[in-house]
């Protein structure tokens, strides 16, 4: 191996590769200062400051470089070992056997500055880093290019939102099927990305209608636009008109109201879980949503009129949502149809195996025929104020206080 005096230049060693404190050879310098008992511990670090040195190396050094590697690491501090670390993943003619090694670091930093070279790494070691963490080490597996499928896939699995938000911002990542069945079983994950997939067009209708809660504005307009789409292609298939119709009884439609303008905003999540069948925690996020849109949604799947939906939403939004966006969102009310706000409810609902409705207890709503919305409560099946004897108000759970 050669060995020479001469600093690394710095087309070796970029700015920012090394510790601020680290002076280049300072391993060298210390370890003729080092007493024999501490001798071995310095003895990689000086090694590697001459190796990167040399702008390349013939094959003969390399073996003797990566031998003494090996035997040399197991004593090597952890300080030692993420300078380096920081110290080869910039070189170019570094071995991938060492760079290797340290991407298995115990020290997540020493990996994790291993991880930052631009050499390509096994894929094999990749996978099994994305799979077992922590999330330095993804966040800079994340980082390197280009990735397989199959790191990507390991990234998708393992890693947490905002690791793999980053991915999301790259073009040479493609999102299939797969990876969104990898995400849909991670909700956890799944909503925070919500607005970031939506934006790449990679979240198909149902998606984007369960998802409408985590999406950001632009996201909830491409939702509505698809659900206006799913409107149009169900009236061509069955040329009936009714589709575009609400049908609530007048009796739950008062009631819903009456609970939005006096019965508090907790009184009328209630009312609204009961009236579209929603979750009781669904509900509470609707009426909590700081943007509105969900709310619009809700009123026009109800039918309420223009004039009772912009006092409703007054009442509720009037405290935290200026006047100009106020009125576009009874611009919104105005322009989505009753069913496309329907299929939009709709997908806030409970998947069929999440429903705990017992048995004998029967739907809350009729089922959809024919593409219309019988939503049609029974006589016995109208809201009535929490508290009154005999109420059939479902016993929901909504996160609020009555207010």
């Known amino acids: 191996m050669s060995k020479t005096d001469k600093h690394p230049s710095s087309s070796h060693l ?3 590769s090394r510790p601020a404190a680290y002076k280049p050879l ?6 003729s200062l080092d007493t024999q008992t501490k001798r071995k511990e310095h003895l990689l670090l000086a090694a590697s400051e001459l190796y990167v040195a040399t702008p390349s190396h013939p094959r003969q050094e390399q073996r003797v470089f990566e031998e003494l590697f090996r035997q040399l690491l197991p004593e090597t501090p952890a300080a030692h070992r993420l300078t380096i670390a920081r110290l080869l993943a910039p070189y170019g003619d570094a071995p991938i056997d060492c760079l290797a090694l340290l991407t298995f670091d115990t020290d997540a930093k020493v990996a994790a500055a291993a991880l930052a070279t631009p050499l390509a790494l096994p894929e094999a070691g990749l996978i099994n880093r994305a799979a077992r963490g922590p999330e330095i080490v993804r966040r800079a597996i994340a980082a390197r290019s280009p990735l397989s499928a199959r790191v990507v896939f390991a990234l998708f699995r393992h890693g947490e939102a ?8 790259r073009d040479d990542i493609e999102l299939g099927d797969d990876l969104l069945d990898v995400l849909a079983a991670r909700p ?7 607005s970031s997939l939506a934006r790449r067009k990679a979240l198909p209708s149902a998606m984007l209608f369960r998802l409408f809660l985590d999406l950001d504005t632009t996201g909830r307009m491409e939702a509505i636009a698809a659900a206006e ?5 169900e009236l061509a298939q069955k040329g009936d008109p009714r589709i575009l119709s609400a049908h609530f009884k007048p009796a739950v439609l008062k009631s819903l109201v009456n609970a939005a303008l006096s019965g508090g905003v907790a009184v009328f999540a209630a009312h609204l879980a009961y009236t579209l069948d929603l979750p009781g925690d669904v509900a509470a996020r609707i009426v909590d949503d700081p943007g509105g849109e969900a709310l619009v949604v809700c009123l026009r799947a109800l039918g309420t009129s223009d004039t009772e939906s912009g006092r409703i939403l007054v009442r509720l939004l009037g405290a935290r949502l200026p006047l100009d966006e106020l009125r576009v969102l009874i611009r919104l009310h105005e322009t989505i149809t009753p069913r496309a706000a329907m299929i939009l409810a709709q997908g806030w609902r409970k998947a069929p195996a999440e429903e705990t409705r017992a048995p004998d207890r029967p739907a809350v709503h009729a089922p959809l025929q024919e593409g219309v919305a019988h939503a049609e409560r029974r006589a016995v099946g109208v809201p009535a104020q929490p508290g009154r004897a005999g109420s059939p108000l479902p016993q929901r759970t909504v996160r609020r206080d009555a207010g």
């Open 162 to 169: 905002e690791t793999l938000r980053g991915l999301l911002l």
């Open 14 to 16: 970029p700015q920012g």
């Open 188 to 194: 956890e994950v799944l909503a925070p990305l919500a």
């Open 26 to 31: 300072d391993g060298v310098v210390d370890l």
């Open 229 to 233: 789409t799913r409107t149009l292609s």
